[in-house]
């Protein structure tokens, strides 16, 4: 069964901490998102990847960054946790653009409280 | 840059009855996938269809079917036959062909009562 795992379903931590949340995907896709979800707001894109290294920004970037070492893992830091970075961050991840219909596949959800 | 509205609210719906969820876009681009998700309480994310804009025929997935009406750039959503396991937040979504980029709309909460 394909799957993007996050590394953690529940996080708390406090103001100025640094904040790792962790994606692995087994489908050898290229791409891979970063999203967060909030009540009222739906989901916005925060960065994506399209190949090792490579990123993107997408629409609310600030304060977050990423990383892609490997192409089946995406990380998103956040260098100082601030308490409106409460939320929910889903990952998600598809083939490249072209190729398919494209859709996504989304990990399970890290919900992030921020004290 | 994509923009996509799903304005309403909250809606109840009973069990067995059809369910039509709207969903309209506004892009430029001339070619672009549309997405039905479903994001029940435990917040997996859950895709059910996609309807390509060249695709002549509304696109079906068991319950699921999308009312593609491209002049009027609206992609809605009908579920027939509701169970309660349909109780849920269900989220548009749109990408330009091309593009890896896949934009949401707000989402529309619907709740299957007995």
């Known amino acids: 069964d394909v799957k993007v795992t996050q590394s953690s379903r529940y996080l708390v931590k406090r103001t100025g901490e640094k904040v790792f949340l962790e994606c692995v995907q087994d489908m050898d896709h290229e791409n891979m998102f970063w999203y967060r979800q909030d009540p009222g707001l739906g989901l916005r894109l925060i960065y994506f990847s399209y190949d090792v290294k490579m990123k993107e920004k997408g629409d609310i970037p600030e304060g977050y960054s990423v990383s892609r070492e490997k192409k089946e893992r995406f990380s998103l830091i956040l260098e100082s946790a601030s308490t409106n970075q409460t939320s929910m961050y889903l990952c998600?991840?598809?083939?490249?653009?072209?190729?398919?219909?494209?859709?996504?596949?989304f990990g399970e959800g890290s919900r992030l409280t921020v004290l | 840059a994509q923009k996509i509205t799903q304005t309403q609210p909250g809606m109840f719906v009973q069990e067995k009855e059809a369910v039509t969820l709207d969903c309209t876009y506004d892009?430029?681009?001339?070619?672009?996938?549309l997405f039905w998700y479903k994001q029940p309480s435990s917040g997996e994310m859950i895709f059910l269809i996609y309807?390509?804009?060249?695709?002549?025929q509304n696109a079906t997935e068991g319950r699921y079917s999308l009312n593609f009406q491209k002049a009027r750039k609206s992609a809605n959503l009908v579920i027939s036959a509701s169970q309660l396991g349909d109780s849920a937040m269900y989220f548009c979504?749109?990408?330009?062909?091309?593009?890896?980029?896949?934009?949401f709309g707000k989402g529309n909460q619907v709740v299957v009562i007995p």
């Open positions: 892009t430029s681009d001339p070619s672009y996938g």
């Open positions: 998600a991840s598809s083939t490249k653009a072209g190729s398919d219909t494209g859709e996504l596949f």
């Open positions: 309807q390509g804009s060249y695709d002549q």
């Open positions: 979504a749109m990408r330009p062909y091309g593009n890896n980029r896949l934009a």
